[in-house]
C-alpha cells in the first residue's frame, strides 16, 4: 500500500469506491475532476486517502470520473494516433519526434497526474505528428 508515496492505496481503494456505483456511474463514471468528492463520500475518516484530489495515474483517473467509455475513448485516440504517426515516421523527423514525444507522456501517464500546462501539448503534439504525416504524401 505504501508504493509510490501511498499511491497504490489510493488506486485500490479508488477501485473500491469504482465498484460500488451504480451502473450509470460504471458506465460514465463519478464526474470530471471529482476524485476529492468521491474520497470524501467514501472515505471521509482516512487522512490519507481525503487528501488525495487526483489519482495519480491518468488512466485511473478517468476510468474512475468520466467511466470506462471515457477512458476507452481516450485510450483509442492515443492508440490511434501513435500508430499513424509510427506508420508514416519516414516521411519526415518530426513526425518521429511527435511519436516519441506523445508515447512517452502515454507511458508517465500511468503514474502520474494529467498537468494542464502539458496536456494541451500533447494534444497540440499529436495533432502536428498526424496532420504532417498526411501532408508528406
Known amino acids: ?7 497504490a492505496y489510493a488506486w485500490k481503494n479508488l477501485f473500491h469506491a469504482y465498484n460500488s456505483f451504480p451502473l450509470a456511474q460504471k458506465l460514465f463514471g463519478f464526474g470530471p475532476d471529482t476524485t476529492h468528492l468521491l474520497m470524501l463520500r467514501y472515505y471521509a475518516n482516512d487522512s490519507l486517502l481525503i487528501g488525495y484530489d487526483n489519482a495519480h495515474n491518468e488512466y485511473l483517473q478517468y476510468f474512475v ?3 470506462p467509455i471515457g477512458v476507452l475513448s481516450y485510450v483509442g485516440i492515443l492508440i490511434c494516433a501513435c ?8 516521411k519526415s523527423p518530426y513526425v518521429l ?3 516519441f514525444a506523445v508515447l512517452c507522456y502515454a507511458v508517465q501517464a500511468t503514474v502520474n497526474l494529467c498537468v494542464p500546462i502539458v496536456a494541451p501539448i500533447m494534444w497540440m503534439l499529436m495533432s502536428v505528428g498526424t496532420a504532417q504525416s498526411e501532408d508528406e504524401e
Do not use: H, V
Request: charged share 35%; aromatic share 10%; with cysteine.
Open 97 to 99: 519526434g511527435c511519436f
Open 1 to 7: 500500500d505504501n508504493w509510490g508515496t501511498g499511491r
Open 83 to 90: 500508430i499513424e504517426m509510427n506508420r508514416r515516421k519516414e
Open 65 to 67: 470520473t468520466i467511466g
